[in-house]
Each structure stands twice: as C-alpha cells, then as structure tokens.
C-alpha cells in the first residue's frame, strides 16, 4: 500500500464556439481552475482515476461560475497546465477503497490569456 499525500495541479477550461443564445456571447475563452485532491497515492503521476477526478472538480467548478444557455453551442475542453505527459500516462490504478478516500475540491479563477 503507497503512501498518501495531496497534491494540487492548475488546470485550463478551454471553451470555443459560436454562440446562439446573446447570453452566451463571451462565454467562448480559457478559464483557470487550481483542484486539490487529498488522500492520493503518492506517486509521481496522477492514475487516469484521480485524473478523471480532477478533471471533473475543474468542470463543475467552471459550470458553478460560467451559465451557459446553449451547451450544444460550445466544445469544453480541461487541459492539464503541467505535467501534462505524466497525467495522461499515469500511475498505477489505485484499488477502490483508496479511490474512494480521496477528497477533490476546486478554485475557480476565472478568465487567463
């Protein structure tokens, strides 16, 4: 059994499209989102489990902040801003009890260049 530690990554909403909906003018850009996670395996990659996590934090996090009328509108992508390679290889699957320990919260930060 591996060791547990937090680890803290930031993390880029990226949203293209043409809007529809007048309320949705503007919404098109790149957003910033820092998510923690707590009680991950201490590897130094993230397994596609914790990844996957991660990447939903960041997602909600956005969608609390940013209402978009249309979705259909828009293409949503999350992109890793560091160790992007390590993240998407990963580490080893941790086994669902330790899955199911780690605590994920996000930050939204709002709009970035």
Known sequence: MSKKTDKR???????????S????EGVAGRYGVEVSLS???DAPALSRVEAEALREAALD????????ECLDDFDIG?????????LEIGAPE????????VDVSA???GAVE
Do not use: W
């Open 9 to 19: 990554v930031m993390v880029t909403i990226v949203v293209k499209g043409d809007p």
């Open 21 to 24: 909906d007048r309320d949705d």
């Open 39 to 41: 009680g991950v395996q």
């Open 61 to 68: 996090a956005f969608h609390e902040k940013i209402g978009i």
């Open 78 to 86: 999350v992109c890793f801003s560091e160790k992007v390679d390590e």
């Open 94 to 101: 941790p086994d669902a009890d330790a899955v199911a320990s």
């Open 107 to 109: 930050v939204f930060l």
